[in-house]
């Protein structure tokens, strides 16, 4: 997903986002301050990008279901509702844990 894809779209309030797993890459800042409400990610991850979700008031639960390779800083910051849900001893496991953000193991 390009950088600022959806960089403060109103279209996003209260949405539930499947990313697909042929999507391997998440760029800068895709969904900063967007309303989106969860977010589930289906496949392994090459790249998550500097502040891809951050502001994101409204988000509530991301899930990884596979691995994040590379995770660049402010990923989630900004996001006071937040819960990241993924396999555990995994690199967004640690990172979530590392950034003080609540997580649950898949």
């Given at each position: 997903?390009?950088?600022?894809?959806?960089?403060?779209?109103?279209?996003?309030?209260?949405?539930v986002?499947?990313?697909?797993?042929?999507?391997?890459?998440?760029?800068?800042?895709?969904f900063?301050?967007?309303?989106?409400k969860?977010?589930?990610?289906?496949?392994?991850?090459?790249?998550?990008?500097?502040?891809?979700?951050?502001?994101?008031?409204?988000?509530?639960?991301?899930?990884?279901?596979?691995?994040?390779?590379?995770?660049?800083?402010?990923?989630?910051a900004?996001?006071?509702?937040?819960?990241?849900?993924?396999?555990?001893?995994?690199?967004?496991?640690?990172?979530?844990?590392?950034?003080?953000?609540?997580?649950?193991?898949?």
């Amino acid at each position: 997903i390009p950088k600022f894809t959806f960089y403060a779209e109103p279209f996003l309030k209260d949405v539930v986002m499947t990313v697909p797993e042929n999507i391997t890459r998440i760029e800068e800042s895709a969904f900063e301050e967007t309303d989106i409400k969860e977010v589930q990610v289906l496949g392994n991850l090459e790249f998550l990008g500097e502040d891809t979700f951050r502001d994101c008031q409204f988000l509530e639960k991301i899930t990884f279901f596979g691995e994040v390779r590379d995770i660049e800083d402010g990923v989630f910051a900004g996001c006071p509702k937040l819960t990241v849900v993924c396999i555990p001893d995994t690199r967004i496991a640690q990172y979530s844990i590392d950034n003080n953000i609540p997580t649950e193991s898949i």
